[in-house]
């Protein structure tokens, strides 16, 4: 299947920046978009940002003009730059990659999470 790794988390004060990445390996051919979603405690896990297989680019609003998500173009990795924290984006980010099954269908892959924190 498809296995993906987190890293870059960590503890950052308010204002600061920190950057994310995901490695993506194993049956990654059909991987047709990326993304990275978020859940701090007590709270629903949250969508943060995309990117798809054209190189564009989506935000959840509470991110825009804050974080921005990149990647290579053989879906194998994908960043995501955070600048301008807050307290309220402490949380796990997660991994995201899906890719069709050709079946009508997708398949939903995720990393095991890295934390990132907050906080003065």
């Known amino acids: 299947q498809v296995q993906l790794v987190e890293s870059g988390g960590g503890l950052v004060q308010p204002g600061g920046s920190l950057r994310l990445s995901c490695a993506a390996s194993?049956?990654?051919?059909?991987?047709?978009?990326m993304g990275w979603y978020r859940q701090a405690p007590g709270k629903q896990r949250e969508w943060v940002a995309v990117l798809t297989s054209g190189d564009s680019t989506n935000y959840a609003d509470s991110v825009k003009g804050r974080f921005t998500i990149s990647g290579n173009n053989a879906k194998t990795a994908v960043y995501l730059q955070m600048s301008s924290l807050r307290s309220e984006d402490t949380a796990v980010y997660y991994c995201?990659?899906?890719?069709?099954?050709?079946?009508?269908?997708?398949?939903?892959?995720w990393g095991q999470g890295t934390q990132v924190t907050v906080s003065s």
């Open positions: 995201n990659a899906v890719r069709f099954n050709g079946l009508g269908g997708v398949n939903d892959f």
């Open positions: 194993g049956s990654i051919s059909g991987i047709t978009r």
